[in-house]
């Protein structure tokens, strides 16, 4: 799951707090979760990109992960105001050129695009650049990105 939002400028410091204190661990006590992260921008892009791996795309529609989001924490519904132009979606895995690195990347670079011709060609020469560890290649679940809940 990838989840790309500004976050209003006097809320900043929270929100880094409850999500590193609170949404974080409690998201990946989720079974099925493996990791959560959260990137910052350093460009014209949104704030913060908040990113969480899973054993597969079904652990977003699983009955803990949802009832989870319905049931959102006293904090949570506080910070949620807080997101302004959100873009959250829930992603499998394509492709993969290369491997993790051995400690989590501090810098990772996203581009959103939609699908044409020539994405494995694509992805083999990003992954053939000079310090890029790995590549990888998602496409969006719509089905289970467009879940509805009240944390959403």
């Not at 990003?126 to 790995?134: F, L, P």
Request: glycine residues 4%.
């Amino acid at each position: 799951m990838a989840f790309w939002a500004d976050i209003d400028a006097a809320q900043k410091l929270e929100f880094q707090e409850w999500h590193n204190c609170e949404h974080i661990p409690e998201r990946i006590s989720i079974p099925g979760f493996n990791t959560g992260r959260r990137y910052r921008s350093r460009g014209d892009g949104p704030d913060f990109l908040m990113f969480y791996e899973t054993d597969t795309v079904a652990v977003f529609a699983s009955d803990a992960y949802l009832a989870r989001l319905n049931d959102p924490t006293p904090w949570t519904q506080a910070m949620l105001p807080h997101f302004q132009n959100p873009s959250r979606n829930i992603y499998s895995l394509q492709a993969e050129v290369g491997a993790a690195a051995e400690i989590e990347a501090i810098y990772i670079h996203t581009l959103r695009f939609n699908q044409g011709a020539a994405l494995e060609d694509w992805l083999h020469a990003v992954g053939a650049v000079d310090d890029v560890h790995r590549a990888r290649l998602y496409r969006v679940d719509e089905a289970i990105s467009n879940i509805m809940t009240l944390e959403r």
